[in-house]
């Protein structure tokens, strides 16, 4: 019988830091604007990954509010409330290139200074680059629902990942999850109301447009769903 292999402290520490990604890498098609947007404009927002703290004030050379996007899509949504809101740093997390460029573009030619992205994984991101306790707001809106039942372990919002997003909020700080996908709303509000760190701000899910410092922007994506009958569920979770 061969003998169990005793993990040094180093694989271990390896082995708490692995997490089951959120996402899959896939080859998607980019536009030349995409692209050019990514060649010309993003060195102006970009914040590459590294294992170290970022400097808010020093990145966007102010201090203000910092709220972080999980997943920025084509960057509609992202853009929008960065314009709503010129007085809050916003620090988008997006995997897909096609993305990073479109939010690029609109950042552009909206000409927004509040906004930096980091194509990157979030779950790394917010562990190795964000300070515990200082986030003012997290946004996770539309995240890939994984539908068939094998796979809702991928799902970004669960345990242990919430936790930790928690702990990086500032205590009275937000956190704002949208789905319009039921069986994952149901999911949210399972594991966001067993999370500890964090406080319903409403009786259920929230209402719509409830709280000006939650207030998401009706995109193309939300009211086409709406005109199709789908529901849309939000949920806004207050650090204690």
Not at 92 to 109: H, I, N, S, T, Y
Not at 170 to 199: I, R, S
Request: charged share 25%; hydrophobic share 40%.
């Amino acid at each position: 019988m061969s003998e169990k292999k005793v993990l040094t402290p180093e694989e271990l520490e390896a082995l708490k830091k692995r997490h089951i990604r959120s996402f899959q890498l896939r080859r998607g098609h980019i536009s030349q604007a995409q692209k050019r947007a990514i060649d010309e404009t993003l060195p102006r927002y970009a914040v590459g990954y590294e294992p170290k703290l970022i400097d808010a004030k020093e990145l966007f050379g102010r201090e203000a509010p910092l709220v972080l996007e999980i997943g920025c899509g084509m960057g509609e949504t992202t853009a929008a409330i960065a314009q709503m809101h010129p007085e809050v740093n916003f620090l988008g997390c997006e995997v897909f290139m096609a993305g990073v460029g479109a939010l690029a573009k609109r950042l552009d030619e909206m000409q927004l200074e509040n906004v930096r992205i980091v194509n990157h994984d979030a779950v790394e991101v917010i562990r190795d680059m964000i300070a515990a306790d200082s986030l003012d707001g997290v946004h996770i809106y539309f995240p890939d629902p994984w539908r068939k039942a094998r796979h809702h372990k991928r799902r970004l919002v669960a345990q242990p990942f919430i936790h930790m997003l928690a702990s990086h909020i500032k205590p009275g700080g937000y956190l704002h999850c949208a789905t319009d996908w039921e069986n994952y709303a149901e999911q949210m509000f399972e594991v966001l109301e067993g999370e500890e760190l964090l406080k319903n701000m409403h009786d259920g899910f929230s209402p719509v447009m409830a709280n000006p410092i939650t207030e998401r922007p009706m995109t193309k994506f939300h009211a086409r769903g709406e005109r199709l009958g789908h529901g849309v569920w939000d949920l806004v979770y207050q650090r204690i």
